[in-house]
């Protein structure tokens, strides 16, 4: 499958990766269960009296950049921390919020990069269409699932 970044691009921001996830989302042949998937602005520098108005309307630490509101058996929606290609690591208060997801009957991954993302979302809606008697509350293949 064709790489969503540009092969010059050899560490991308995550910004850069998660730019290119939604963009793939956007005419992705699952665009319509994408649709609501969207970035929870946690992350970046603010000024403090930025950061302050942001904490009073409910901006979190540790909460995830992607979230999929569409529901696959057996989890309610798909949370995804994205990462840099290489390097990137989370943080505590990431591994918190995705342990506590996972545990409220969430998936939950670890994306290094936007080609591990589309993976990790295309393999997740996948389990929609199965139509076999393989256990639905497997792990998502592929996922880094913190649980």
Do not use: C
Request: proline share 5%.
């Amino acid at each position: 499958m064709k790489s969503l970044m540009k092969p010059s691009d050899f560490n991308p921001s995550e910004d850069a990766e998660q730019e290119a996830v939604m963009e793939w989302a956007a005419w992705s042949p699952h665009r319509k269960a994408l649709k609501w998937l969207h970035h929870t602005p946690n992350g970046g520098h603010r000024s403090g009296a930025e950061a302050a108005k942001f904490k009073r309307l409910g901006v979190k630490a540790g909460v995830s950049d992607l979230f999929l509101p569409h529901p696959v058996r057996p989890f309610h929606g798909l949370w995804i921390e994205m990462k840099r290609r290489h390097g990137g690591v989370i943080s505590d208060k990431q591994a918190e919020f995705l342990r506590d997801m996972a545990n409220e009957g969430y998936a939950t991954a670890v994306a290094k990069g936007a080609d591990e993302a589309r993976e990790i979302i295309e393999k997740y809606l996948e389990r929609e269409t199965k139509s076999d008697d393989r256990d639905q509350t497997a792990p998502v293949e592929g996922a880094e699932n913190v649980v």
